[in-house]
């Protein structure tokens, strides 16, 4: 064999061997929720982000059915979900380049709301693989979320939950907790996580039970590797 198929056989072999993605830093909640809450969300970036970093801003607002507008360069939305009359939940990604700022969410009508921003190392610039909207449920308990395949080696599984009580929602069977969840308001969310080793595994299913039963969704979504 060539000198340069070695070093090129060594690359993918390197390449294959990256690990999955992990949690970095979590910025301060932002919680509107007293009163008719607002028509908006201004995040609070993490400190500890660094360059490279995948930003993940997570919202929660009670009300279904909110359409989105976000402000911030560079800021791109993922996925929006509504159940049944009582809540909507989104996620928002960005990459980390010494030039972000936080960015604000708007919507119309009043709505109580919670974010978080979550950053993540290791992740590919293009970094979104599989993502579903999970779950939904009005006024029921367990909270849960459908299972996620995903699509390359390696990945880490993003969980997100939120309902529109307070108080503190488990974290799933197989998931680590990323930073810590927001439980002293309305409406309380979480995120966890789930490192993946194959592409085409199935993320755990998830099923908890929250402190009350009202309106909620799940969301997932895969971060691929380096």
């Given at each position: 064999m060539s000198v340069r198929n070695i070093m090129l056989s060594e690359h993918i072999a390197?390449?294959?061997?990256?690990?999955?993605?992990?949690?970095?830093?979590?910025?301060?909640?932002?919680?509107?929720?007293?009163?008719?809450?607002?028509?908006?969300?201004?995040?609070?970036?993490?400190?500890?982000?660094k360059t490279g970093d995948i930003l993940i801003m997570h919202l929660?607002?009670?009300?279904?059915?909110?359409?989105?507008?976000?402000?911030?360069?560079g800021w791109v939305q993922g996925d929006s979900d509504g159940a049944g009359g009582g809540s909507t939940e989104a996620w928002f990604w960005r990459i980390v380049d010494a030039t972000e700022t936080a960015p604000t969410i708007s919507w119309v009508g009043g709505a109580k709301n919670t974010s978080i921003i979550y950053a993540f190392?290791?992740?590919?610039?293009?970094?979104?693989?599989?993502?579903?909207n999970a779950g939904a449920g009005g006024s029921t308990n367990p909270m849960t979320?459908?299972?996620?395949?995903?699509?390359?080696?390696?990945?880490?599984?993003?969980?997100?939950?939120?309902?529109?009580?307070?108080?503190?929602?488990?974290?799933?069977?197989?998931?680590?907790?990323?930073?810590?969840?927001?439980?002293?308001?309305t409406p309380s969310m979480i995120a966890a996580s789930e490192a993946m080793t194959a592409s085409g595994g199935s993320s755990a299913a998830v099923s908890v039970t929250l402190p009350t039963a009202t309106f909620w969704t799940t969301m997932e979504f895969e971060l691929k590797a380096n």
């Open positions: 390197g390449a294959a061997s990256n690990p999955a993605p992990t949690f970095n830093a979590a910025g301060t909640a932002v919680n509107n929720g007293t009163g008719t809450g607002s028509a908006s969300n201004v995040g609070v970036l993490p400190a500890g982000r929660f607002a009670d009300g279904s059915g909110k359409t989105f507008t976000i402000s911030g360069t190392s290791g992740a590919l610039a293009s970094p979104i693989g599989a993502h579903i979320s459908a299972a996620l395949t995903t699509t390359a080696v390696n990945s880490l599984v993003i969980f997100l939950g939120g309902f529109t009580g307070s108080g503190l929602i488990p974290t799933p069977a197989s998931y680590t907790i990323c930073g810590t969840a927001f439980s002293t308001a």
